[in-house]
């Protein structure tokens, strides 16, 4: 299995749209433990330069395909908010390192 991390980085002035665009969001990709399964859902920090924001799932195995392709749609959401910047990252767990290794 792997995790994908999403991080996010929004100016403060944005975060009620941020907010409510999340909610759509949420409402259109809802969680589905059967694709992957949250471990962090979120966590946020505010910092001088702004809100910076990530989620990380465990990918279920054999749904690596369909979990990054939903992960990518709902972020893509969020493309037209001003300033909003994003990034998908796709971690190995000690599995898949120790497997890499042995090839």
């Not at 299995?1 to 969001?25: C, G, L």
């Amino acid at each position: 299995m792997v995790y994908i991390v999403v991080k996010v980085f929004y100016p403060t002035h944005q975060n009620e749209v941020v907010s409510a665009r999340n909610i759509e969001m949420t409402a259109k990709f809802p969680p589905d433990n059967s694709i992957a399964e949250p471990v962090i859902p979120l966590a946020a920090r505010a910092t001088k330069e702004g809100i910076e924001a990530m989620g990380i799932n465990l990918v279920k195995e054999g749904k690596f395909d369909e979990a990054l392709i939903r992960t990518g749609r709902a972020m893509v959401m969020f493309n037209d908010i001003e300033g909003f910047e994003y990034s998908l990252e796709v971690w190995l767990t000690l599995p898949e390192i120790q497997a890499v290794g042995n090839e």
